[in-house]
């Protein structure tokens, strides 16, 4: 059997994605308003509990136990380190330069006990002086505090 062009019509497609009516996208320029707020952490924010839950699991007894150090010898512990990753990543930071945005706050300071800060390049000599060891030992550190909780 043979169908002729005629008989055999196809609907034309929609386009789709396309709003109609939609809003433009909005540039980025140098006229684009933005502002610096000069407020610090709160303790409500995340970082209060937070600590309590480290408390309660009671974190640091379990580090000292669980935790491989790494052959470098540090300064400030492995404990000031981890528990200051563990904190830029609660407060919402990915990556370990935006320490700078942080590194005056109080309540930050007060959770780590101490007054200032090391410089940023601290925190990355620590990740690179991590091996396979601190790896797997904060794995097993992990599964404990999952099991407490």
């Not at 924010?45 to 408390?55: A, E, I, M, R, T």
Request: aromatic share 10%; charged share 20%.
């Amino acid at each position: 059997m043979v169908k002729s062009k005629n008989q055999h019509n196809q609907k034309e497609g929609v386009k789709q994605g396309e709003k109609e009516g939609g809003s433009k996208t909005r540039k980025i320029k140098a006229s684009t308003h933005h502002g610096y707020v000069d407020e610090h952490l709160s303790p409500y924010g995340g970082l209060l509990p937070l600590v309590k839950l480290w408390d309660a699991l009671k974190f640091e007894s379990l580090f000292s136990e669980v935790y491989c150090e790494p052959r470098r010898e540090t300064q400030y512990g492995s404990l000031f380190f981890i528990k200051g990753l563990l904190l830029l990543l609660f407060i919402g930071f990915g990556r370990l330069n935006h320490f700078v945005y942080i590194c005056e706050d109080p309540m930050l300071l007060g959770v780590l006990g101490m007054e200032q800060l090391p410089a940023v390049s601290t925190f990355w000599r620590y990740l690179q002086s991590i091996g396979h060891n601190q790896s797997l030992s904060l794995l097993r550190l992990m599964g404990v505090l999952r099991e407490r909780a």
